[in-house]
């Protein structure tokens, strides 16, 4: 039987496309459990929402947990190795930060991480060397917490906005399944 991950999908619609991939691939390897965060499933100007959620429950077989109690009984399940989270918001990472566990997502990932699994954060948000890296750091020295690789996106327009690359979400939950933080962190 395979193991588990889930694989939790915030806000940044513009990334969407970015994460089916990955999906695909780790099913490959993984039963994926999808979660997703209420604003991440409402129409946007980046993609057809309704097109990848169909895309996103074809991929993993599953329906998409989109409740506090859905996600709170994920830490039943004794086959989950990670949580993943990708596109993860600046908004979602102040919330893990803080210990703040409204949203599916955020739930999700509270109730693996009190079962010391491991969560692989891939981080897309325009405040990331702003507002939220006081809470970037919190996470960087917290247990069983990873990141993606990052860098910024477009530093002229953005100064301050950073994305993960996604290329790397696989490679860095390999590291997370044994202990480890890929490095470099913060890429160019």
Sequence with gaps: MKKSVVFCITGAPSNFEKVLPVIETLAERFEV???????????????????????????T????IHTLQGAELLSQNKDIVASLVAPATGTTVAKIANAINDTPVCLAVKALLRNSIPCVIGISSNDCLSGNAENIGKLLNRKNIYFVPFAQDNPLEKPFSCVCDFNLIEKTLESALIGKQIQPIIYH
Aim: aromatic letters at 6%.
């Design 33 to 59: 459990i999808p979660v997703m965060s209420s604003s991440a499933a409402a129409p946007n100007r980046f993609c057809d929402i309704e097109k990848f959620i169909a895309r996103v429950r074809e991929l």
């Design 61 to 64: 077989r599953h329906n998409i």
